[in-house]
């Protein structure tokens, strides 16, 4: 009977070792488990179509809008930012990437950067968001009645044309004739220039266009728009903008006053500018990605209409040109440097 007992006994204690074995076993496999979803981080990939100064203040802004939430890189989410140097190839192939490394959320910054990112993300079901999007319903990321597309949200840069109007006629009382150079292939300088060609009328304007299809189209186009208009004034046009020095370089040759279409512009050398915070564009941007890595899907999210605007000067370029600031401008902010 003791033998018995004591069999039984051992019997006892091999089993509780067994069982706590199998506990501290399943304790580890917990606690890794628990640690890897711990260390899983929200992924965002980031694709600015060119780059200039005004989708860089988008980016920064965006980083800030979302650190603003309590997200920040490295820490809580990833941020993969890619630049696509205006080529529409390698935009695609950067959004395809972002699939590929399974991003949790894709971000276009200027029009063919968001209209890349959505035809990747509607592919893949990844939720887009767009920021410096002039016109989201002529893109084709916006529907026509104002609604949210499933799947995608963003913010506008609708350019303050009216303003930018008064302006120039505050500017340069005796002008006639504003050229605009624009790039075919962007949606959104075509739905500017309409809106142009609208309004310049009531200011006693004629708006003149040159096209191009490429960056080596620039310095001959510039040459032939100069010689036909008293001014220039810039779009959000990517190529454009890319090779404003170029441009500004021959208009200063002819003494024709350039102006631009934000602040950046205008800091580098150009007259003046009604223009966007491009830095709090992308910070409203930002929230909405907050908004989405916290569970809202982006139909959710209205797209918002961003109307404030401010207007700038270059006191050097002024000196150059001859111009004098206006009086009705004086509470402008000087970006000369």
């Given at each position: 009977m003791k033998f018995f007992k004591n069999i039984n006994a051992k019997n006892i204690v091999m089993a509780l070792l067994t069982a706590s074995a199998l506990v501290a076993c399943g304790d580890k496999k917990e606690s890794t488990a628990s640690s890897e979803d711990s260390s899983k981080k929200?992924?965002?990939g980031v694709v600015q179509f060119a780059e200039h100064g005004s989708l860089k203040n988008c980016h920064d802004g965006f980083v800030l809008g979302l650190k603003e939430a309590g997200y920040e890189d490295g820490k809580n989410i990833e941020i993969d930012y890619q630049i696509a140097q205006a080529d529409t190839g390698l935009t695609n192939q950067i959004v395809q990437n972002f699939s590929s490394n399974k991003a949790d959320l894709i971000v276009g910054i200027a029009t063919p950067a968001a209209q890349a990112a959505f035809n990747e993300?509607?592919?893949n079901n990844i939720p887009v968001i767009f920021n410096a999007v002039t016109d989201p319903k002529l893109a084709k990321l916006q529907n026509e009645d104002g609604s949210n597309m499933v799947g995608i949200t963003g913010t506008n840069d609708r350019l303050p044309i009216k303003q930018q109007l008064e302006l120039i006629r505050a500017?340069?009382?005796e002008?006639?004739?504003i050229?605009?150079?624009y790039n075919t292939a962007e949606d959104n300088s075509l739905a500017?220039?309409?809106i142009y060609e609208k309004l310049a009328p009531d200011y006693g304007f004629e708006i003149v266009t040159q096209a191009i299809t490429n960056a080596g189209d620039v310095p001959l186009a510039a040459q032939s728009l100069i010689s036909k208009v008293d001014a220039l004034t810039n779009l959000t046009d990517n190529m454009v903008v890319q090779n404003m020095q170029v441009i500004m370089e021959k208009a200063k040759e002819a003494k024709i006053p350039y102006f631009g279409s934000e602040q950046e512009q205008v800091a580098l050398g150009l007259v003046a500018a009604e223009g966007l915070d491009y830095v709090a564009l992308g910070k409203t941007t930002g929230k909405m990605a907050a908004a989405i890595i916290e569970g809202k899907?982006?139909?959710?999210?209205?797209?918002?209409e961003i109307s404030e605007s401010s207007p700038f000067y270059n006191s050097k370029t002024l000196n150059e040109l001859g111009l004098t600031l206006?009086?009705?401008?004086?509470h402008a902010k000087d970006l000369a440097k």
């Open positions: 929200f992924k965002i993300g509607r592919k500017f340069l009382p002008a006639k004739k050229g605009i150079m500017s220039i309409k899907k982006p139909e959710e999210l209205p797209i918002p206006p009086e009705s401008y004086k």
